[in-house]
């Protein structure tokens, strides 16, 4: 007798098992979580040149599929454009994020980044013309309350800023980052919207590895940072993120072909979760609770926006459906 979770009644096709899509969700936000653990583990690695070894992995993950599926390396005439830009957003995105992750603490850049569902629906409303309702301009002033807890200014906060990593000056150059990486992500995500699924996932993926690739190159020329690293621990570590990075991509990807976007995203918040408890074990950093309070603004935000999103899809479906 088979388990109930392979069987398919009638032809229908049912989900492989119920809460699977949940499940990979969780074991992408983790594979994430380590990668960034590693990243602040590198000692003597520029952030740009460890995003150069990540897009060289995901170049060698995407080449045998476009090849197979026979996409091309270009794409359609009137989508290289969308394309172009994916990639440069993209990979600045990642770019961005590697650096805040190195000079400010792991917790307070991701929470930071979880605003991005907050960017998303006001570039949206502004780009693509969706509706943008008062509950939308509400999660997004929570999300900026939330950033401010975590970067606090010393106007506000005074000139004894505790809890952060190094300098205040590092701490604010991370915020700017992680700020500028959650809406070069949500500028992707838009496109992403704009393009369809009139290009090929291989597709997007491998212009967000060439077009990042040659930034890094050129970049670290320019900064004359590039070098092989150190020691052989930092060049385990980079081996790892880009097998890490690439497996929670991956995994998050086989969510969200299973499992509707609304659950995903409000799971994906365990990332923030994880964030807090690998930098307490492995980093001996407890974060401040300026920091968890940021994080509590910044999550209920993005788990309200993407709960919002679900139920206006799910009503349409329904609607469609009648």
């Given at each position: ?53 990540r897009c060289i992995f995901q170049m060698a993950f995407v080449l045998p599929g476009l090849i197979y599926y026979k996409t091309g390396f270009l794409g359609p005439k009137g989508k290289r454009i969308f394309l172009f830009f994916r990639g440069l957003l993209g990979s ?29 629906s006001l570039l949206a409303w502004i780009f693509l013309k969706e509706k943008y309702s008062v509950w939308d301009l509400l999660f997004t002033l929570f999300t900026i309350t ?177």
């Open positions: 007798c088979l388990p109930s979770c392979l069987l398919s009644v009638a032809g229908t096709k049912k989900t492989a098992c119920p809460g699977l899509g949940l499940f990979y969700t969780l074991l992408s936000a983790f594979l994430f979580s380590v990668a960034s653990l590693f990243l602040k583990k590198i000692e003597d690695v520029h952030s740009v040149e460890v995003s150069a070894f600045s995105a990642m770019i961005l994020l590697y650096y805040a992750f190195q000079v400010m603490p792991l917790a307070d850049a991701t929470v930071i980044t979880f605003s991005s569902p907050v960017f998303t939330g950033v401010i807890l975590i970067a606090r200014p010393p106007f506000l906060f005074g000139s004894n800023v505790s809890g952060i990593e190094g300098s205040y000056s590092d701490h604010l150059k991370g915020t700017i980052a992680a700020i500028a990486s959650t809406v070069s992500a949500a500028s992707t995500i838009v496109i992403l919207r704009k393009v369809g699924k009139s290009v090929h996932y291989f597709l997007s993926i491998w212009y967000y590895a060439v077009i990042g690739l040659i930034g890094c190159v050129i970049a670290l020329f320019v900064m004359n940072e590039w070098r092989l690293p150190y020691c052989g621990k930092d060049r385990v570590f980079l081996i790892l993120i880009g097998i890490l990075g690439l497996g929670g991509q991956i995994f998050l990807t086989k969510a969200l072909q299973i499992e509707k976007a609304g659950p995903v995203a409000i799971m994906r918040t365990m990332d923030v979760v994880f964030a807090f408890i690998l930098q307490i074990l492995f980093l001996n950093h407890l974060p401040t609770w300026w920091t968890v309070g940021g994080a509590l603004c910044v999550v209920a935000s993005s788990s309200g926006t993407a709960i919002r999103k679900w139920r206006q899809s799910s009503k349409k479906a329904e609607q469609n459906e009648i």
